[in-house]
Nanobody, 119 residues
Framework: QVQLVESGGGSVQTGGSLRLSCAAS????????MGWFRQAPGKEREFVAR????????SYADSVKGRFTITRDNAKNSVYLQMNSLKPEDTAVYYC????????????WGQGTQVTVSS
């Protein structure tokens, strides 16, 4: 399984932007669909965005559509989450995840990076 390390979290004010990065190692990155999830205090982990192994297909949670953009660079074994127009309700630990394109489960997870949005 691929190993994942997130970075780029931090604290911003409402309306601000952050760009999260996730670096993969230990596997063939280009065969994995990649996703971002988040977990707020006291809540379950929820889906944020997904990008296919080729980058040709993306999907988003309704709560972030139009504000967040997921991209990937297979040459750099990395996936990114550009977050704009941030809201306090976006405050959470954000996790990167990988799913081999032949499977239907997220088999690898990063350790998470904290995003805090203040009003």
């Amino acid at each position: 399984q691929v190993q994942l390390v997130e970075s780029g979290g931090g604290s911003v004010q409402t309306g601000g932007s952050l760009r999260l990065s996730c670096a993969a190692s230990g596997g063939t990155f280009s065969v994995y669909d990649m996703g971002w999830f988040r977990q707020a205090p006291g809540k379950e982990r929820e889906f944020v965005a997904r990008i296919s192994w080729s980058g040709g297909s993306t999907s988003y949670a309704d709560s972030v559509k139009g504000r967040f953009t997921i991209t990937r660079d297979n040459a750099k074994n990395s996936v990114y989450l550009q977050m704009n127009s941030l809201k306090p309700e976006d405050t959470a630990v954000y996790y990167c995840a990988a799913s081999h394109y032949k499977l239907a489960s997220w088999g690898s997870w990063g350790q998470g990076t904290q995003v805090t949005v203040s009003s």
